[in-house]
C-alpha cells in the first residue's frame, strides 16, 4: 500500500440543520485537502445529526440531506481531488437509513448503509442496511466502510478485510462515556483484520 494522507474532520453537526452542517463541511473538507489529504472522513450522520427523538422529526431532515448533501460532496470531491466519506441520512418512502456517502474525485460515487443498529438516536427508527460491507479501490488504497455500532461486530470488520481492505473508514457518533470502543474495539478490528482503521467522532 503506498504511503496516504488522510484526514478525520471531527466536526459537531447540528440537528436538523442540513445547510448549516454542509457548510461547515465544506470548509473542513477544504482545509483537509490544502493540507494535502487525498481521503477525508466525516461523522456519522455529518449532514443531519443523530440524536432524533422520532421518525416524524428525522424524516424532513433527511429528504432534504437527500436533495442537497450527495451533489456538493462529489462537486468539492472532484473540484478538490480528494475522495470523502461523510454519513449522512437517507429517506426512502417513509423509511430512513443510516448512510455512508463516498465520492471519488473521478466522478464514481458509493453508499453503504448501515447494518447494525443500537437503541439510541435515529437508529431507534432507521431500517438495517440490506447490503454487506463492500471495498472499493479510491484515494490509491483499497477501503472499507462500516458505521459506529458495525465495529461491535467482528464479521463487518472480517469481511472487508477479506475484500482485501487497506483502510476501513468508520464515521461514528459515539455517546459520552463508551471509552471502549475507540480504545479497545477499534484497534483490535484494525489488529484482527491487519488493516488500517480510520474512525471519526464528532465532537
Not at 82 to 103: K, Q, W, Y
Not at 130 to 152: F, N, S
Not at 169 to 182: C, E, M, Q, S
Amino acid at each position: 500500500m503506498p504511503m496516504v494522507k488522510v484526514a478525520a474532520c471531527q466536526i459537531d453537526p447540528q440537528l436538523g440543520e442540513v445547510d448549516r452542517n454542509l457548510e461547515r463541511i465544506e470548509r473542513w473538507v477544504v482545509d483537509a485537502a490544502q493540507a494535502g489529504a487525498s481521503l477525508v472522513v466525516l461523522p456519522e450522520a455529518a449532514t443531519t445529526g443523530y440524536a432524533f427523538t422520532s421518525l416524524d422529526e428525522a424524516l424532513p431532515v433527511a429528504r432534504r440531506a437527500g436533495v442537497v448533501a450527495a451533489e456538493l460532496l462529489a462537486s468539492l470531491s472532484a473540484k478538490l481531488a480528494i475522495t470523502i466519506v461523510c454519513g449522512t441520512l437517507e429517506a426512502e418512502g417513509d423509511e430512513i437509513f443510516n448512510s455512508a456517502l463516498v465520492m471519488s474525485p473521478d466522478g464514481r460515487r458509493f453508499k453503504y448503509r448501515k447494518m447494525h443498529l443500537p437503541f439510541l438516536g435515529i437508529d431507534r427508527f432507521a431500517t438495517p442496511g440490506p447490503d454487506a460491507p463492500w471495498v472499493v479501490e479510491v484515494a490509491g488504497l483499497r477501503l472499507g466502510v462500516l458505521i459506529c455500532y458495525d465495529l461491535r461486530f467482528p464479521e463487518a470488520a472480517r469481511v472487508c478485510a477479506l475484500e482485501g481492505a487497506d483502510l476501513i473508514a468508520l464515521p461514528t457518533n459515539w455517546p459520552v462515556g463508551v471509552n471502549f470502543h475507540p480504545g479497545i474495539f477499534a484497534p483490535a478490528r484494525a489488529a484482527e483484520n491487519h488493516c488500517y482503521l480510520l474512525a471519526c467522532d464528532r465532537v
